[in-house]
């Protein structure tokens, strides 16, 4: 019976870790479905810290968020790898991305067209191109 009540209390605590590394920890008792999408994906992300992996993936975490609810996501997602969470993370969205991630890979169809830091990987012209659209690579070139 320890056992158990040790194994609980522990998963509690985890449980209050992650959401206090979220800053979720007024909405604890709050029905998911009373959450807006936002709220909902780092609940997510809570969810998966909760169970103390060594690495958390996410995929496509930004996926249904608008610009504002992006970079909220990808405030909380610096400070849980500022914190020294490892984290794999796949997403379209650059700027969640490049400010997320310290080493950053860049798929195009499958086939890798830059590696690096972001500051490297944003002016890369191929992601550029690829990512950010022609336009951006004309403002890229020109400065």
Same mark, same amino acid.
């Given at each position: ?79 849980? @790898? ?21 080493? @950053? ?14 500051? @490297? ?23």
């Amino acid at each position: 019976m320890r056992e158990n009540l040790a194994v609980a209390a522990r998963g509690t605590a985890a449980i209050q870790r992650a959401l206090a590394l979220l800053g979720l920890e007024a909405l604890a008792e709050v029905m998911a479905t009373d959450l807006s999408q936002a709220k909902r994906k780092l609940v997510g992300v809570a969810r998966a810290l909760a169970a103390e992996p060594r690495l958390i993936c996410l995929d496509e975490p930004a996926a249904g968020l608008d610009s504002v609810e992006s970079a909220e996501l990808g405030r909380r997602l610096r400070a849980l @790898v500022d914190a020294g969470t490892s984290m794999l993370l796949i997403d379209h969205d650059m700027s969640l991305v490049l400010g997320v991630c310290d080493d @950053v890979v860049v798929l195009d169809f499958g086939k890798v067209i830059a590696h690096g830091p972001p500051e @490297v990987v944003r002016g890369d012209p191929a992601v550029i191109t690829a990512y950010l659209g022609s336009a951006a690579a004309e403002v890229a070139e020109a400065t």
